[in-house]
């Protein structure tokens, strides 16, 4: 049914996702439903008064023509930006538009015991995605037990139509570890995908918990 796609929109407003897209997270045979672009969506149905309505209350500002904030760009989702979200701190971000090869020069500080989020800021250009996902995976030679040798996180983030500011995602708040055998550097892989599993964007990037904040 055609509800059931625009539905995931409902995701932008309350940054959460549809029912649907948790049932079917880890479902190997899960297919995504036919995309359908905006012009579709709003053009279908046109007689149907109260879904007329329905639909623009859950496409919102999508149902307007949107300039993509980057033109000359084909990808209809754009990952702009990592950032360390620590309450009562300056946001510690990481660019990703340019040289992902070079993220591993800027290494984020996180003191032992601080509770922290992740925070996700994209683009969609053109069209509404469906079923959009964060994934991370965290490993340090040489500890075993106390985060576990590889650490990994998989979260929801939705579905959203076409904007021309940035969407954004916060991750649940994590607290770091404490000790001195937990202190230390850590890689993480990182993975942003659509409800196709598609690849959006993948990169690597690195912390450090210490005892103490450097600043």
């Known amino acids: 049914m055609l509800l059931k796609r625009i539905q995931g929109t409902m995701a932008e407003a ?10 079917h997270e880890d479902d190997p045979n899960y297919r995504a439903p036919a995309q359908k672009s905006v012009k579709e969506i709003v053009e279908a149905d046109q007689e149907d008064e109260s879904l007329r309505k329905y639909k623009e209350s859950l496409l919102g500002g999508a149902i307007k023509e949107v300039k993509p904030p980057f033109p000359d760009d084909k990808r209809n ?13 300056t946001d510690k971000e990481l660019d ?16 032992e015991g601080a509770k922290y989020r992740m925070k ?5 250009q053109r069209e509404i995605v469906s079923g ?3 994934e991370q995976k965290t490993s340090r030679k040489g500890i ?17 139509g076409p904007k021309e500011t940035a969407h954004e995602y916060l991750t ?12 230390g550097s850590y890689t993480v892989e990182s993975k942003f995908t659509d409800d196709d599993r598609n690849s959006i964007l993948e990169w690597k990037w690195k ?6 904040w450097d600043d």
Do not use: H, W
Not at 96 to 111: A, H, N, P, R
């Open 14 to 23: 309350e940054n959460k996702p549809t029912a649907e897209e948790d049932l």
């Open 77 to 89: 989702v754009i990952v702009s930006k990592l950032s360390l979200v620590v309450e009562g701190r």
């Open 96 to 111: 990703l538009t340019g040289d992902l090869s070079k993220l591993k020069e800027q290494v984020f500080t996180i003191k």
């Open 120 to 124: 996700v800021s994209f683009y969609v």
């Open 132 to 134: 959009l996902r964060y």
């Open 144 to 160: 075993q037990d106390v985060l576990g040798a590889v650490d990994k996180s998989k979260f929801m983030v939705g579905s959203y």
């Open 172 to 183: 649940p708040i994590d607290e770091a570890p404490s000790g001195m055998l937990v202190r």
């Open 207 to 212: 912390f450090e918990i210490k005892k103490d």
